[in-house]
């Protein structure tokens, strides 16, 4: 088995689940089955030229071109995408197929159907106007991509150019990440016989027992990430109840927002701070206001025996059982969970059932059933 794994990165600043996810993976791909038959191809979207991407975002001949090459001098057998937006454009699943590879991508977002990727408009919530629509032009008035009118246009008209030069005949399967997103990708119309269920996976190593206080909040500080809905939770709290924040974003620019006695910034930290931190933690809080397709620090949490407090959105019910493992909450009931919470009586039981669960989410366990799927689809049974 010889695979070639794709992602177009984000901008370092930013780095978030999918670049993260993409890192895990083809690390422990390399180790499983060899670096010799596991290539990578990455581009990063910190060298983006403003003025070629106009014209490059259509077809990029410069990628299909290597992507070709690459496939037919390898003998690939599979190629998986992750992301190829903006940079890579959907020339590299035809130059795939072409070259003769089977082609899979994982759905970490929902690009194909949603401009900001999210299902999710700023100050209006949950919005799948366009999850339908052949041309999301509701997406280019409300400047869904980025806030920006330009970038809206641009990136509906090649979301429009892919569909309409059928880029999903070159794809054989999407993997999605949750049975809510799979859910959520034959509503948009995708073939049941094309969508197979593959979740991330953490790695998972065995910590000591920690004295576990406060509550924690891990990842980008954005208003569709439920931020400003903590901030203002946490102003009607007593000082004892303190929030600790990791991650940086459009929010963390106004420290203003961060001042209150019972609430503390930490910034962007690396993966093994921020690990210390959260198993130093009693709570991690999941407020995200969108769907997300998975919620890797929920998973990461609790293999540290850190219970998960989440609103009910999207796919958390498949992750978080109430009073179980954690708290699945309405929005509206945070400030009472909280202060009911603080001191839970089965907190032992809470921590010991968190980490239990994501065993489910190991490596070891995932990884296998990836290279399995693998088999099946380059063999042609799946």
């Not at 791909?29 to 010799?36: A, F, I, N, P, T």
């Amino acid at each position: 088995m010889r695979l070639l794994i794709i992602h177009n990165k984000y901008k370092s600043k930013y780095i978030g689940g999918e670049d993260v996810v993409f890192g895990r993976e083809l690390k422990a791909l390399k180790r499983e089955l060899g670096s010799e038959n596991v290539f990578e191809y990455s581009v990063s979207n910190d060298n983006i030229n403003k003025i070629s991407i106009i014209f490059s975002i259509w077809f990029s001949r410069k990628h299909y071109k290597n992507i070709y090459k690459i496939v037919r001098k390898n003998k690939i057998d599979l190629v998986h995408v992750h992301n190829f937006y903006p940079l890579l454009t959907s020339s590299i699943f035809k130059a795939s197929k072409k070259a003769g590879a089977k082609t899979v991508q994982t759905l970490h977002n929902f690009r194909w159907w949603c401009l900001s990727g999210i299902f999710y408009r700023k100050k209006y919530g949950i919005c799948e106007i366009c999850s339908k629509k052949k041309l999301q032009y509701p997406g280019i008035i409300y400047k869904c991509y980025r806030g920006s009118f330009f970038q809206s246009l641009l990136t509906a008209l090649a979301i429009f150019f892919y569909k309409t030069k059928r880029a999903f005949k070159y794809i054989d399967i999407f993997f999605v990440l949750t049975e809510f997103q799979k859910n959520k990708v034959l509503e948009m119309g995708v073939n049941l016989d094309k969508i197979v269920l593959k979740p991330n996976f953490i790695k998972i190593d065995i910590v000591e027992n920690k004295e576990k206080k406060d509550f924690i909040y891990v990842g980008k500080l954005d208003e569709s990430k439920g931020v400003l809905k903590l901030l203002e939770t946490w102003k009607k709290l007593d000082n004892k109840y303190v929030l600790r924040f990791i991650g940086e974003g459009d929010l963390s620019n106004s420290r203003d927002n961060f001042t209150q006695d019972n609430i503390v910034f930490l910034g962007k930290l690396n993966n093994k701070e921020t690990l210390n931190y959260i198993s130093n933690s009693k709570y991690l809080i999941f407020p995200s206001m969108w769907y997300e397709t998975f919620g890797l620090t929920i998973i990461e949490a609790m293999s540290l025996g850190v219970p998960v407090v989440g609103f009910d959105i999207g796919p958390r019910r498949e992750f978080i059982k109430n009073e179980f493992n954690g708290f699945l909450i309405k929005p509206e009931k945070l400030k009472e969970t909280i202060e009911r919470i603080y001191d839970f009586e089965n907190y032992e039981n809470l921590s010991f059932n968190a980490r239990n669960f994501a065993q489910n989410y190991s490596e070891n366990t995932v990884l296998k059933n990836q290279i399995n799927i693998y088999k099946k689809i380059i063999d042609g049974d799946l």
